[in-house]
Structure formats: structure tokens, C-alpha cells
């Protein structure tokens, strides 16, 4: 009987997980759907204010550009690697590497 009543006033950490994870879920379907509504609302503006031309084409340009702009930003902020790190990993995981060959190369 005094399990009982033990378990009942359990410490409320989990409730207060789920709660967590119930309002993360909410916040990331209102995120997901505020940038659908604004991609949607994006191509019947473009449309509207360029009717001769496609709306894909204006797409992929700004798509290619953003991804060449985060391209060039990543390559730039990333440190140098020094070669010979690099060479002493690849020569120190086939050396010791046993299950692709016996023989180290």
C-alpha cells in the first residue's frame, strides 16, 4: 500500500520532459509551415512581378548562389590542415588496418 502512495508523488522530471518535447514538436511544425507559406508566397510574387519570365529559373539562380556563397564561406572559415597530418592518418590506418589486407603497406 505505501508503493502506492510512493508512486504518486514521484518526482515530476519526465512530465516535465514531455512537456518539453510536446512544445519543441509545436515550434518546429509552426517553423516548418511559416517557411512553406513564405516559399509559396515568394513564387507568386516573382510570378507577379516578372510575368514574361519563368519563376524556376529565378529559383535555382538564387538556390545555385546560396550554395556556392556557403560553399566559398566554409572553405574560407575552416583552418588549414597541415599534409602531413593527413598523410600520417592514411599511412597509420592502412599500416595497422588488419582486416583489409595482411600485408602493411
Given at each position: 500500500m505505501a508503493i502506492r502512495y510512493q508512486s504518486v508523488f514521484r518526482a515530476p522530471q519526465?512530465?516535465?520532459a514531455i512537456i518539453a518535447k510536446i512544445f519543441m514538436a509545436i515550434?518546429?511544425?509552426y517553423l516548418f509551415l511559416s517557411v512553406m507559406a513564405m516559399g509559396v508566397r515568394a513564387y507568386y510574387i516573382l510570378h507577379k512581378e516578372f510575368?514574361?519570365?519563368p519563376n524556376i529559373d529565378f529559383i535555382n539562380k538564387g538556390v545555385f548562389f546560396v550554395v556556392l556563397i556557403k560553399a566559398i564561406l566554409r572553405y574560407f572559415s575552416k583552418p588549414?590542415?597541415?599534409p602531413s597530418s593527413v598523410l600520417d592518418f592514411?599511412?597509420?590506418k592502412?599500416?595497422?588496418d588488419?582486416?583489409?589486407s595482411d600485408v602493411p603497406i
Open positions: 519526465w512530465e516535465i515550434f518546429r511544425a510575368p514574361n519570365e588549414p590542415q597541415q592514411v599511412a597509420h592502412k599500416t595497422f588488419h582486416q583489409q
